[in-house]
């Protein structure tokens, strides 16, 4: 006869066992999981060229950059097949960006030195995310294997999408790529610690070459490796599938290969309404105070303006209506986080219907003269979701058409973001005044202003000790720019009319009058012109030759 306590043995070995079984059982299905992700899990290799935001004529140095992709179905990423006969590759926009050719290698494990040419069709620098397609009869393939690469990409499965939201509350998942240009791709085993800044913040470690890996949950891609946080031990970044697909899905449209995608946004910007205000205008409402507004801008265009109060924010989609309150510092609940966000997060943008979307908010209807008090009224507007991008934006060279024009020993550039980050801790000099910042920050990028990016010593204009680096030109005899266009439409009038009016005068934000006269310019050019020899002539206003000109039609 059998003890309670020899029962209780019993009891426990064979739970320690069904126990042991389970963690078996699921061991060998992630091994089994990451086996499978590892085969469509590539390396890529591109080249980086550096882009001088000071003289942009200036070639850059070239160095080698290595990151990860995975194939994707077009009709999770597109919805339908753009590409015929064609396979698409995703990866991080930071990966395959500073390609000049837009062309890419891709390599896989077991293949030796073989590798697939890839172009790079679309790239979003604002999402981190770039489209890579690959011509399995391209001639340019180099693959020294029993098959050939058209048989070898047959071979190669798509990973599937995560349809599930994943909110950040511990969900284990792996990320699979190429750290540190390894030989084999590389798992990693972590968890969402949270959403965070619309991507998810992850509890592993994800080195360089990770960049544009595969995260994935049960076998299914759910994010993009993206980078980690320098200043702390394993916290790592991945943009999420889900916010990728339905940007591609809703906004990509038929712009051609070779674009740069440009995400939508809502265009506001905000400050806190306090208590008080509410109080003081008898309201019982809570929101936000619009402090700006982008031209153009999907709020801008619905009617929205500066001193309003914003509300909400409500959309229909698939027969399902969605009300998102506004609170008094522009913060929303969202289903897919804990935390709230700002309304500048692109998971909201992206899960606003297009055409059906509204915008509550509260705007003055009349001022009593007495009282010096604004009477508010409740307004419900339509507002279609639009893209629109800051006139002081931040440039993607090779991707962008960035213009510039050498005039006298100076070089004009349209302003961007660039010319400021460009000088903090990087080993440039800083601007020439403070005042230049301060003026982003006033306009809030949406002003467009011409920037003298580089002034050549020893000219001309650098002897008159008015203009240096990232001066900003007002306007040109008497006449306002804000573009590189109109100021280069303004310097040639002024350098056909040399022989009538040669002096020229620039006003900008440090100084109303600078004088300069163009004949000394025009001596002065040919020194510019040896000293840079891959200088592209047509973007010169060649003063030299407008003065021989002149004389040979006398």
Partial sequence: METQSNVDIKTIHYRYLVCIEMATSRLEERVSCVEKVKRSVIKINAVERAYNWHEPYKLGEDTGVCGSGFFVSQMDLFGHVRFKNKRVVLTNSHVVEGSPTKQVRLMFPGTGKSYLDAQVAYLCESVDFAILII??????????????????????????????????????????????????????????????????????SINDGNSGGAICFNGKVIGIATSTLAEAEGISYGVPIKQVASFVKNWLGDLPIGSLLIPPCFGVGIRPATKAFFESINSTASGALVQSIQPTSSFERAGLKEGDVLTGISTTLKGSHYHFPVDSHGLVNVPWSLAKVDLWNLDLVLFCDKKNTKIHFLTKSKTKKRKRTHTYKAVVKKCPIVITRKNVPTLVPYWDNIEHTLFGGMVLM?????????????????????????????????????????????????????????????????????????????????????????????????????????????????????????????????????????????
């Avoid at 391209?138 to 990409?153: G, M, P, Y």
């Avoid at 003298?452 to 040109?476: K, N």
């Fill in 414 to 554: 349209n302003l961007c973001k660039n010319h400021a980050t460009r000088y903090r801790g990087d080993g440039g000099s800083g601007p020439s005044d403070p005042r230049f910042l301060f003026k982003l920050l006033e306009t809030n990028g949406d002003e467009q202003m011409v920037a003298v990016s580089h002034v050549y010593p020893q000219s001309v204009i650098s002897d008159t000790e008015t203009v240096g680096d990232l001066t900003i030109l007002t306007s040109i005899n008497g006449v306002d720019i804000s573009t590189l266009a109109e100021a280069n439409t303004l310097l040639r009038k002024a350098v056909k009319g040399i022989a009538k009016q040669p002096f020229i005068h620039f006003a900008s934000d440090e100084h109303d009058d600078i004088v300069l006269d163009l004949r000394e310019l025009a001596h002065q050019e040919h020194m510019f012109l040896t000293s840079i020899p891959h200088h592209p002539k047509n973007t010169l206003l060649n003063l030299e030759d407008s003065k021989k000109r002149k004389k040979r039609r006398r």
């Fill in 135 to 204: 011509d399995p009869n391209a001639q340019t393939h180099w693959f020294e294997t029993e098959c050939t690469a058209k048989e070898f990409l047959k071979s190669r499965d798509d990973l599937e999408f995560e349809e599930q939201s994943m909110r950040g509350n511990g969900e284990e998942c792996i990320a699979i790529g190429y750290p540190h240009d390894s030989e084999d791709s590389v798992a990693t085993v972590g968890c969402i610690a949270c959403r965070s800044d619309n991507m998810f913040q992850l509890a592993m």
